[in-house]
């Protein structure tokens, strides 16, 4: 599954994770270096295997342009409306988040 992972993560314009999805990110080696944030249980077991990198415990969601991660599930509904905005627009990401209601 990692070489799986890394070989798609490569020419991808965007590599996401949910909740502790994070793991499999720093398995594949996709963090180092970088900013994440994961499942407030999982955030002290993220910073004791990813040292390299600064993990956030009190961020929703956080972007290192092509990595984006979330924290929990409901987490990810604001890093994705988040990613919406990016690639298309505030209005899009607006549109988005009324549907959803």
């Not at 798609?8 to 594949?28: F, H, M, R, W």
């Not at 409901?74 to 988005?96: G, V």
């Amino acid at each position: 599954m990692l070489d799986w992972v890394t070989a798609k993560a490569n020419p991808a314009e965007l590599v996401v994770s949910v909740c502790t999805g994070a793991q499999i990110l720093v398995n594949a080696g996709l963090l180092d270096g970088l900013e994440a944030t994961t499942h407030w249980i999982s955030i002290d077991e993220l910073k004791e295997i990813l040292p390299t990198a600064t993990i956030h415990d009190d961020q929703r969601f956080v972007d290192n342009g092509k990595v984006v991660t979330s924290a929990g599930v409901s987490a990810s509904i604001d890093m994705s409306l988040h990613i919406d905005d990016r690639l298309c627009d505030e209005k899009a990401a607006a549109e988005t988040a009324h549907f959803m209601e």
